[in-house]
Nanobody, 128 residues
């Protein structure tokens, strides 16, 4: 069983920054594919970013490229999402997700079905 706890959400003005953190349980965090998803009111869940087990491969949605940065610290069992130049359309509940079973160390995935474990979500609100 993997437990994920997100933190770092909040209210920020457009153009501001937030850093989301996700702390994962388990002794083999370095084996986890990690992703960040978000869901805005009335919209589908979308993958914002993902990072491979070894941290060498990353994915960013087009809407956040150049503004968001994902990273992981395998020693601290943590994955971070640095969000800069935030826009009102970034307002959503952000979820951390993990797949502890992926085999390839450089594999990334954007599909929700890939991920077995999810955090409770953290609200990000960007005011205009």
């Amino acid at each position: 069983q993997v437990q994920l706890v997100e933190s770092g959400g909040g209210l920020v003005q457009a153009g501001g920054s937030l850093r989301l953190s996700c702390a994962a349980s388990g002794r083999t965090f370095s084996n986890y594919l990690m992703g960040w998803f978000r869901q805005a009111p009335g919209k589908k869940l979308e993958c914002v970013s993902a990072i491979s087990r070894n941290g060498e491969n990353t994915y960013y949605a087009d809407s956040v490229k150049g503004r968001f940065t994902i990273s992981r610290d395998n020693a601290q069992n943590t994955v971070l999402l640095q969000m800069n130049s935030l826009k009102p359309e970034d307002t959503a509940v952000y979820y951390c997700a993990a797949d502890p079973t992926v085999y390839y160390r450089d594999y990334v995935s954007t599909t929700r079905e890939q991920y077995d474990y999810w955090g409770q979500g953290t609200q990000v609100t960007v005011s205009s």
